[in-house]
């Protein structure tokens, strides 16, 4: 059986795919935006609200053309356009792909031309994700309750509550900065990038709180990630050799 994971009919059903999930995103767009309008809202305010959303998405979606730049070298182009397109997740899917890879034996610097593995990297990617879709709408409200009544008896807990959270979502990942950190300088590149990008929510927090930049709220997140992914692109062909 001949196997390519650039075949036609991989574009075709990822495309068909994606092509959905942008009209659906339209859909409920445009009808958010006149709900807006019929309830009387300042249509500058949801205009404002629509560009800074966009705006707020282009670090996201940079990362995400880089993760399926990365991905497409070892399983071709459909797969990982879809997947990221959808889920958008690069640090679940290039890990889920990389640790099957392994487990399997099959260099990540070959593209796969064996359709059994390309299969079962296919199903540890949507497998490994699934449970989220069990999970959402069983505990979601239960855990929103929880959380509204913590926050309406005391607001300063309910907020240490949500960040400590968000905090330990991102300390489930710190594992892929320090993976390498015995490898020499190169392994240190991560925890550099990580660093970096600190410092610069840190220089637009200040510049929010002490010098009155409201504007830049809407747009720190983003500045952040776009002036890591800068100099991680910097600094790692200077450190790496």
């Known amino acids: 059986m001949n196997f390519h994971p650039n075949g036609t009919l991989l574009f075709v059903l990822a495309g068909a795919v994606i092509v959905f999930v942008i009209a659906q995103s339209m859909f409920f767009l445009i009808r958010a935006f006149r709900r807006g309008k019929e309830l009387g809202m300042d249509m500058g305010q949801l205009r404002k609200t629509v560009l800074s959303t966009a705006v707020f998405t282009i670090a996201p979606a940079v990362s995400i053309l880089l993760g399926v730049i990365t ?21 679940y899917e290039l890990p889920a792909a990389t640790s099957t890879a392994n487990a399997l034996g099959i260099s990540l610097s070959e593209t796969v031309t064996d359709p059994a593995v390309y299969t079962a990297i296919a199903w540890v990617m949507t497998l490994g994700i699934f449970p989220g879709l069990i999970w959402v709408p069983l ?87 776009l002036g890591a ?7 790692t062909p200077v450190i790496g050799g």
Do not use: H
């Open 139 to 225: 505990f979601i409200r239960k855990i929103q309750g929880g959380l509204m009544k913590i926050k309406n008896k005391d607001g300063k807990w309910g907020d240490i509550l949500m960040t400590a959270m968000f905090l330990g979502m991102i300390s489930a990942f710190l594992g892929m900065v320090f993976a390498d950190i015995r490898a020499g300088l190169r392994g240190w590149i991560p925890i550099f990038v990580l660093l970096f990008s600190a410092l610069l929510m840190g220089i637009c927090g200040i510049l929010i709180k002490k010098c009155g930049v409201k504007w830049l709220e809407n747009y720190a997140l983003p500045v952040s990630m």
């Open 71 to 91: 991905l497409s070298k070892f399983l071709g182009l459909p797969l990982p356009w879809l997947r990221l397109s959808v889920i958008g997740a690069i640090t």
């Open 229 to 235: 992914m800068v100099f991680a692109a910097v600094i």
